[in-house]
């Protein structure tokens, strides 16, 4: 497995959480008032998120943590 740079890791991270969110259909205002999550920092790739964070994701998403990573890896 190829080893990714931090910065590597927060812009793919942030592609999946947008992809995500445009699947589900909301917006970002939509999806902090649903969660309390900040999701344009996150998609912006500036902010590294805890595995907590994380997993609020994937619930809000109704996605396991495997599917969530799977895209980030593959």
Same mark, same amino acid.
Request: proline share 0%.
């Given at each position: 497995?190829? !080893? ?11 592609? &999946?959480? !947008?992809?995500? &969110? ?24 500036? &902010? ?7 997993? !609020? ?16 890896? !593959?």
């Amino acid at each position: 497995m190829e !080893k990714k740079s931090k910065e590597q890791l927060l812009q793919d991270l942030a592609l &999946r959480v !947008k992809e995500l &969110r445009g699947i589900k259909g909301v917006t970002q205002e939509e999806a902090l008032n649903d969660t309390g999550i900040q999701f344009s920092r996150i998609e912006q790739g500036k &902010r590294d998120v805890q595995l907590s964070t994380v997993q !609020k994701l994937c619930h809000y998403f109704d996605i396991s943590m495997t599917e969530f990573f799977n895209e980030i890896f !593959k």
